[in-house]
């Protein structure tokens, strides 16, 4: 049986795809070709390879998101993950630098989770655009918009990169969101865990690896509040990808798409999650509290004293209001269009500083994009 790697790793062909639907006839499907065998084809039993125009623009937008994470997710492995990328091949005796240890003091395991992450998000995009591809649709290639200088930091490969990480806008609130009973799909705000603006959540040289040491903790402050701002940044994307899935899903109408939307936006929730508890270690001891002496930024404890809000064994969403009629639910939020679709993605990206530095073609094809997947109808 073939694996997803076989399947990855074998170029996709929109040719001998075609030729292949020309010899076999109302037979052969694009799912066919792409997915191997033992998935349902669904396409196979409608006669017909082609996807709507609505799917081939949810999968577009979801292939220049998976790039946009791709980018930022290999920023963080090259300085704060574990073994070379793809594969994973963890080596016990690396020397790790100041940023790894500080991303192992939130879970021992961080380093090796970064790597895993972006292993995951460079398979999301490198499938999508497999799958466009299948289905006679243009892939999204975002490669002319990576201008942007990224760290000189020892372990970053220097290479141009689509995204800003060392100038952002953490926006926290997804932390208290997931800790209260408010909808944000009813307008509910939330506000932010802990102010993160204008920070850096990767080491931007090899300076940000020395710092003062804490007494009483056997650290490097200032690399590990740059550690801590990236755990909550991890935390801000993966909510994102989560809600932006679940958002576009409602919206699909092939079964053979909804199985793919509903399978990588799983695994969004699946990251999510562990990020959810790494931020937390992150505001509790033994690592908090603590301030950063360069950047003057605080990381109090989170549980003294204690706010339900901010609790940070409270990993799992708490059950909220998804409608005044019935009980409340614990669930992923938001769900809708207006606040979990493509623009409110884009507009969340934009936020955080993540296109600091970007053109207006940037912008311009983004937003492309994300009117065409938002403006897609189920059916
Ligand atoms: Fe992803
Ligand atoms: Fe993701």
Aim: glycine share 8%.
């Amino acid at each position: 049986m073939k694996t997803i790697t076989d399947v990855l790793e074998r170029p996709a062909s929109r040719r001998s795809f075609l030729k292949k639907s020309l010899v076999a006839g109302a037979v052969a499907t694009a799912g066919a070709s792409i997915l191997g065998k033992g998935l349902p084809l669904l396409a196979q039993e409608s006669g017909s390879a082609s996807i709507t125009k609505g799917d081939v623009a949810i999968l577009r937008f979801l292939a220049a998101a998976e790039l946009i994470e791709s980018d930022l997710w290999t920023q963080y492995a090259e300085l704060g993950g574990i073994g070379k990328l793809p594969p994973i091949e963890v080596n016990p005796n690396e020397k790790l630098n100041p940023y790894q240890v500080a991303l192992s003091n939130l879970d021992p395991d961080g380093p090796q989770y970064i790597a895993s992450n972006t292993l995951d998000e460079v398979s999301h995009a490198t499938f999508l655009n497999a799958y466009l591809q299948s289905v006679g649709a243009d892939p999204v290639d975002l490669s002319a918009f990576a201008v942007l200088s990224g760290s000189t930091a020892t372990g970053s490969s220097g290479k141009p990169r689509l995204t800003n990480l060392m100038d952002l806008n953490v926006d926290t609130s997804w932390y208290v969101r997931y800790r209260s009973t408010a909808s944000p799909d009813a307008g509910a705000t939330f506000p932010q865990a802990i102010t993160l603006n204008g920070v850096t959540a990767i080491p931007r040289t090899d300076a940000d690896f020395e710092g003062q040491s804490n007494p009483n903790f056997p650290g490097n402050d200032h690399i590990q509040a740059i550690a801590n701002v990236a755990g909550f940044h991890f935390g801000q994307i993966e909510q994102g990808g989560t809600s932006l899935y679940a958002a576009l899903s409602q919206k699909v109408t092939s079964p053979e798409v909804l199985q793919i939307t509903l399978g990588i936006g799983g695994d969004e929730i699946a990251h999510f999650l562990e990020w959810v508890d790494f931020s937390g270690n992150g505001v509790q001891p033994p690592v908090a509290p603590f301030s950063d002496p360069i950047s003057g930024l605080s990381f109090p404890n989170f549980f003294h004293p204690l706010n339900k809000q901010i609790q940070p064994s409270l990993i799992f969403p708490v059950p909220f209001q998804f409608n005044p009629n019935l009980p409340n639910v614990a669930m992923i939020r938001p769900i809708t269009d207006e606040f979990a679709g493509a623009m409110a993605a884009v507009k969340a990206f934009t936020a955080s500083g993540l296109f600091i530095g970007q053109s207006p073609e940037f912008f311009e094809t983004l937003n492309k994009l994300a009117t065409a997947a938002d403006a897609a109808k189920r059916g």
